[in-house]
């Protein structure tokens, strides 16, 4: 009996003890529905850091960290499109998933709305979350089998109290018929669906809440050409409709540079080159940025490109390499290698083959700096200006 | 040109039981293929391109799948009439396949070096020992950095661009005529991409064999074919040069696609797209299987008298399309010289006849790969504004 009260006491204890010097729901709602200084970003990320743990052995002592993301920072402004591009492995989408809280982070600040977003929780953070939404990569797994679309469309209403009933089903036939989808449809169950029209639904569940802020984790890269276009127009038109801001994460630089106003491009868990959209493919800075858009086949039987393919393969984030983690892949530096100094270089062993770079390369981590060109263009390399 | 087509697929049709009834994943497909050419198959998921390669080396899982008619002729010899034994010989030997996920095509308990020496003993007379030779060439020839010590690693020890080529190696180890590349790339970022896809067009350059490549990428089509087939609801729709294709496309779903696919360095704005979704090869529309989303038969339809069309409804849109589309379902006309397309409205296609592709043509540029010595000067005049 007395372990049951205990257990009762505690419970009761719990929520005024979490909310202790926390932002409490009112406060919130305040601050969300005040419009934003033109200068305050609508989400501000700045040195973040999300490192897993290597584990090892019986007791589990870890042995080594991930660094997934390694010190990352950006802002997304109010209805804009921030683009982030990489390969696999580069942590594009641990960054989406740590600044909604999916994933716990390591160091570093998110702040939205000018307000730190790690320092809210229990209720206060439920609430906050409608305002912050994710789009996944995979509309098969993303949607629950067991579960209708109206359903699935409606749970974030009811649960945050927004509407019930027939007015719910109101609010979800308005939903669907907005991403193009028959409001009939509310009632099916999503296998009887094709990827495009899941996406769609992905979709509605995401715009459910009115979010101002959604991640798009490469929301088209599992749908078929002629729909991809499709699923882009529909993101487009939602972000001019409802001033939505996104953070749209995917490997295909051609799409990222359709829809973003800034893009960032991400190598081994830091962006290495960022720029407003125009200026990073007309302009790029950082030779990784560079071999990666002369990487892109273009749909043109005769290509005026020049293309670079890199050599080697990314790196395992669990063990990068010192300095610029892209010296040993960059053709920049071992050009500049080339006829140097003896003191400023140094040998490496890339793909199994010797060759020589620049010592700063190798010794000095590069920061992101301003780069010749648009104010703004910032890329971490030693070599380019 | 008056060279003999290596492989030669003529009206296959191949159809799968389903508790729903028989679906036809390939329809009428008919396609050349000759010595040292880069056929290109492109299609969306379910147009059948995958069904179709997997069919010339009789790996369709039968049943459900069966080959309903049609030939397969590799020089003279019927594929689909072979016995079991000799069809075996040709697998690997003659015609060799990579698939998209690397993994998958790797056995995961043996090493690479047994993998790829099974094969090579399987079909040439030589010792354990010459085999491994033959196997570490191999992988010596697909860039791989030490491959004696890679010969003794397994598949989880590398990565997939690795991967890829060893399953390249093991491909080319017995000197196909053939190779069918499906979907070689896109489980691969884009930088290994450019790697494999370099590779692939050096050892066809250097050992001459042909390539079956099937993608859905116009990018590396247009950047690697000859000659390029488009497939549409498991058939093919349109077939030309890789630079008719993509200069001149005349079948509404190859435009649709074309203009659909957002572009590096072009112009901002809305893309374009195709409405409406791929069909259901269960739930085929009648006549022409893309009328339901083509724009071009709505055009038409808003100039045409009344009965020449038909009111289509769907959950999205109610439209009109001609009547024609409807009802007939095109067929494979050769439009212009050395250009093929199944389409009512393409010009000249009622004046057309019907007739096979043959196209033995080969592209006069390939991709603008610099080489590896020139590649730092390439980045620095890049970086430096020298070149655009």
Redesign the interface.
Known sequence: MSFFVGVKKAWARRPCHLLDGVVTVTEMMQTTSAPLPVETPLVRVRELRTWFPIKRGILSQTVGQVKAVDGVSFDVREGKTLGLVG??GCGKTTVGRTILRLIPRTTGTVEYRGKDFFAYQGESLRKLRRHMQIIFQDPVSSLNPRMTVGNIIGEPIQVHGIAKGGERDELVASLLQRV???P??AARYPHEF????RQRIGIARALSLSPDFIVCDEPVSAL???????I??LL?DLQQERKIAYLFIA?????V???SDEVAVMYLGRIVEKASSKEL?????H?YT??????????????????????G??PSPSNPPTGCAFHPRC??T???A?GGDERDTVQITS???PVRVLRKCVDEFPALEQKQGEAGHVAACWV?T | MTQKPLLQIRDLNVAFDTPRGQIRPVRDVSLDIFPGQIVALVGESGCGKSVTSLSILRLIPSPPGKVLSGKIMLDSRDLPALPEKEMRKVRGKEIAMIFQEPMTSLNPVYTIGDQIVEAVMLHQHVSTKQAYGIAEESLREVGIADPRRRLQEYPHQMSGGMRQRVVIAMALSCKPKLLIADEPTTALDVTIQAQILELLRKLQRETGMAILLITHDLGVVAENADVVAVMYASRVVEVATVEEIFDHPLHPYTQGLLRSVPRLGAAEGRLESISGAVPNPARFPSGCKFHPRCSLSRQAAASAPAEQTVEIKTVEETFRVLKICTTVEPDLREVQPGHWGACHLIENYEGSKVSLPVLNHRREVTANAVAAEREGAVVVEVLQGKEG
């Open positions: 390969e696999s193009g989808l028959d009939s449809f094709s990827g495009g029209q078929d050409v002629s729909i991809q276009s499709q882009l127009n487009d490997h295909n630089l051609a799409v540079e359709h829809f493919y007309s302009n790029p800075k030779p560079l071999s990666l858009l002369s990487a892109v086949p273009e749909p043109n039987p005769r290509p005026k490109k020049t293309r670079i393919v890199l050599k393969e990314v053709p920049l071992r050009e500049m080339r793909g199994g083959e380019t």
